[in-house]
T-cell receptor
Framework: AQTVTQSQPEMSVQEAETVTLSCTYD???????LFWYKQPPSRQMILVIRQEAYKQQNATENRFSVNFQKAAKSFSLKISDSQLGDTAMYFCAFMTPRSYNTDKLIFGTGTRLQVFP | DAGVIQSPRHEVTEMGQEVTLRCKPI?????LFWYRQTMMRGLELLIYFNNNVPIDDSGMPEDRFSAKMPNASFSTLKIQPSEPRDSAVYFC??????????????FGQGTRLTVV
């Protein structure tokens, strides 16, 4: 069974600094998708960035980038130039397409990020 | 499209009562997911549907939980009888599906359920 592990329940960073959130996963699949979702205090879930396993290049979205290490089954999120609005819960997620449980989307337990001024 | 719509936003009920949570997915999305969020366990996948058919309900905690999707525009999650440990935020999400070339899941605002 696929699992997603986020080992950092809470993290904090000062405004304008860089922070990295960790995520590891376990799967026997060769093709899959990985995601980071953000949940601000409003409770809305927002997609931050996604990565396809067959793509070697790390995904980047403005200040957000990932470090995808397929062999190590690691998928960390780097937030550069942190802003107060980045304060939120961040969830790592995994999806298996084209397998028995196709498009099954599972999440880690989350990392609460606090950005201080 | 108005996005994924869940109702109610908040629900307070007494232990033993039946609770029904509702979800309207985004039109044209093939997949619908139900999640439960708690501090201890994060976002747990309860069940998901593809084209109105349940694909995996292994996350449903007990027989007290049931979910249906009678058509492409409506799904319910029912808890009968409810217990205090069911208190959580329940999210519904929908996605077009990888067969349509889009993996992004769109979430509703969630229903905060409190069972007293």
């Amino acid at each position: 069974a696929q699992t997603v592990t986020q080992s950092q329940p809470e993290m904090s960073v000062q405004e304008a600094e860089t922070v990295t959130l960790s995520c590891t996963y376990d799967t026997s699949e060769s093709n899959y998708y990985l995601f980071w979702y953000k949940q601000p205090p409003s409770r809305q879930m927002i997609l931050v960035i996604r990565q396809e396993a067959y793509k070697q290049q790390n995904a980047t979205e403005n200040r957000f980038s990932v470090n995808f290490q397929k062999a190590a089954k690691s998928f960390s999120l780097k937030i550069s130039d942190s802003q107060l609005g980045d304060t939120a819960m961040y969830f790592c997620a995994f999806m298996t397409p084209r397998s028995y449980n196709t498009d099954k989307l599972i999440f880690g337990t989350g990392t609460r990020l606090q950005v201080f001024p | 499209d108005a996005g994924v719509i869940q109702s109610p936003r908040h629900e307070v009920t007494e232990m033993g009562q039946e609770v029904t949570l509702r979800c309207k997915p985004i039109s044209g999305h093939d997949y619908l997911f139900w999640y439960r969020q708690t501090m201890m366990r994060g976002l747990e996948l309860l069940i998901y549907f593809n084209n109105n058919v349940p694909i995996d309900d292994s996350g449903m905690p007990e027989d007290r939980f049931s979910a249906k999707m009678p058509n492409a525009s409506f799904s319910t999650l029912k808890i009968q009888p409810s217990e205090p440990r069911d208190s959580a935020v329940y999210f519904c999400a929908s996605s077009p599906g990888t067969d349509r070339g889009d993996t992004e899941a769109f979430f509703g605002q969630g229903t905060r359920l409190t069972v007293v």
